[in-house]
């Protein structure tokens, strides 16, 4: 996510040539976007056969609605390590109200082609009357920080586990290597900016994008008390950092247990092993390509390379990601309704 994101969304500020350019490039990144990964799933569906991906998915059957529910136990975890990134005296009665606004911005950011250009301007807003303006848009930024730290972790972890067993050909090794150390090298610079303080950085970027001097004055006090939320956070609570990041780790933790009970319902036997990899593997691959939107295409496709590198079949890896998508579907439905409530009950309460 970029750092001068939520600034700008949070704070509704629009300059009218800079917005119309941005609805020109949304609409041709969906667009592409939505192209190439149907594109992808089709073909691969067509590749692989239909009638055996079918008989797959009807073994998963009801275990869709198990998938959900773990889905849901692993958002109270990925939340919980949101609310460690708060300061202490905000995190009250703020914790269930997270969890809502978490799904909800969560929906927004899948279902649209901007990464979190809309999802998370939509958390600071929601969180409206639980959590100033400041800690949210700060505990937005930092949390970024655990949850990518925890999730580079899960994939090393499970990539250790099976590795000796795989047998990809070394151009996709070297360049799965590659986006992993450039995405682990851009968190490390997100959390150093942090540390160093990034409203002054973000007032100056603005400044760029010629937003009236006016607008960023009323934006520079908000920015200063980021800025101290950040440093407080950084230098005086690294136990909430490990905290943080412990919790995300429980949430990947509920991603492999997923994958167990997939192979398991495919067939595939009880592999802890592999079920860990292969979760770590579609981690890797959802975190380079965090970009397109829900994932289209990138989870299938990372999903076949996974279960081909494990000498698993490419109609059980097409069923998981089926499963998956199917799963993922639901949430971004039940998030999009719970935004709507939200807002409803926010307008009418002012």
């Not at 919980?80 to 809502?100: D, H, I, Q, S």
């Not at 409206?128 to 930092?142: E, F, H, N, P, Y």
């Not at 090794?173 to 942090?194: E, H, K, R, V, Y």
């Not at 980021?226 to 440093?231: F, P, Y």
Request: with cysteine.
């Amino acid at each position: 996510m970029h750092p001068t994101q939520v600034f700008l969304e949070s704070s509704l500020i629009k300059d009218s040539k800079v917005n119309l350019n941005f609805r020109i490039n949304t609409k041709t990144i969906r667009a592409a976007s939505f192209l190439l990964g149907s594109g992808l799933i089709v073909w691969l569906i067509l590749s692989t056969g239909v009638r055996s991906i079918l008989n797959d998915l009807s073994r998963v059957g009801t275990g869709v609605i198990a998938i959900f529910a773990l889905e849901l136990v692993a958002d109270a975890f990925n939340t919980l390590g949101w609310w460690y990134t708060l300061p202490t005296k905000e995190r009250t009665r703020a914790y269930c109200r997270m969890v809502l606004v978490r799904l909800a911005g969560n929906a927004i950011n899948e279902s649209t082609p901007a990464a979190s250009l809309g999802g998370e301007p939509a958390k600071v807003i929601l969180l409206r009357g639980w959590v100033s303006t400041s800690a949210a848009t700060a505990s937005l930024l930092i949390t970024k920080v655990p949850f990518c730290l925890a999730d580079t972790t899960f994939i090393m972890a499970g990539s250790a586990l099976v590795w000796t067993r795989m047998t990809l050909p070394p151009d996709i090794t070297l360049a799965l290597l590659i986006g992993f150390s450039l995405m682990l090298i851009a968190i490390l610079i997100f959390a150093f900016l942090q540390i160093r303080g990034m409203g002054a950085g973000t007032l100056r970027f603005l400044r760029r994008l010629k937003i009236p001097e006016s607008w960023l004055s009323k934006l520079e006090p908000l920015s200063h008390e980021i800025d101290s939320h950040l440093s407080d956070f950084y230098r005086e609570r690294k136990g909430d950092l490990l905290r943080a990041i412990g919790s995300h780790l429980c949430g990947f933790g509920i991603y492999a247990l997923e994958m167990l009970l997939i192979l398991q319902w495919l067939k595939l036997g009880f592999d802890p092993r592999a079920a860990v990899g292969i979760g770590a593997f579609l981690a890797l691959f959802a975190l380079v390509g965090f970009a397109v939107p829900a994932s289209l295409g990138v989870l299938e496709g990372g999903a076949v390379l996974i279960f081909w590198a494990l000498g698993l079949p490419e109609n059980a890896a097409m069923a998981t990601a089926l499963t998956l998508r199917m799963v993922s579907l639901i949430r971004i439905a039940l998030g999009l309704v719970i935004f709507m409530l939200l807002q409803h009950r926010q307008v009418a309460s002012q």
